[in-house]
């Protein structure tokens, strides 16, 4: 997953500088509900934004979840963290916790290359139109995926069964 990660981080990467260097001087940043832009900005200031965006999210998916392992209990909000936090269990969690982010942050830069390539075809487009017709499927896949990542990531650090005893606080 972590190669997938780096592969879906370096196309944004990539996007953002192509449309840099096709783009107009000046690009339209938002787009209203009929998908007519109404917020323009300079082609360098929207790829400095969509670099930084992408350099954070990148960060948060792949250099955050290698800290767990160093952050006190305390400071780490988990389900049932009092079991999967002890030190019996803390490199299993160091591990799960590692691998679902990385797959999170592989849907969400995939989703954010769409989103890239649709304001690149709508900048490039006469007259500047985002095409929201092939926005929401993403979209709703991305928001469903979300709630399934979610759910799933509640039903990995439930207790195990044979680990039913009350927790204590950390």
């Known amino acids: 997953m972590k190669t997938a990660l780096w592969i879906s ?18 690009v339209a940043i938002h787009f209203s509900t009929n998908g007519k832009p109404d917020d ?3 082609s360098y200031v929207n790829t400095l934004i969509t670099l ?9 998916f792949y ?19 009092t079991y999967w936090l002890s030190p019996e269990h803390r490199a299993r969690t160091n591990a799960l916790v590692t691998q679902q982010m990385q797959q999170y ?7 954010m290359l769409i989103v890239g390539l649709l304001a ?3 900048n490039l487009s006469d007259p500047v139109r985002f095409r ?7 979209f709703g896949i991305y928001m469903a995926y ?3 990542w979610t759910v799933r990531l509640c039903w990995i650090f439930r207790l195990p069964k044979a680990n039913k005893a009350p927790a204590r606080s950390i």
């Open 9 to 26: 981080f370096a196309l944004n990467i990539v996007l953002a500088l192509v449309s840099f260097l096709v783009s107009p001087g000046e």
């Open 52 to 60: 930084g965006m992408n350099l954070i999210l990148f960060v948060s």
């Open 105 to 111: 942050g592989t849907f969400t830069f995939l989703f």
């Open 120 to 122: 690149l075809q709508a």
């Open 40 to 42: 323009w900005a300079p």
């Open 132 to 138: 929201e017709d092939l926005f929401w499927p993403p």
């Open 146 to 148: 979300t709630i399934f």
């Open 63 to 81: 250099l955050v979840p290698q800290l767990i392992h160093k952050t006190s209990a305390r400071w780490i909000s988990l389900p049932n963290k």
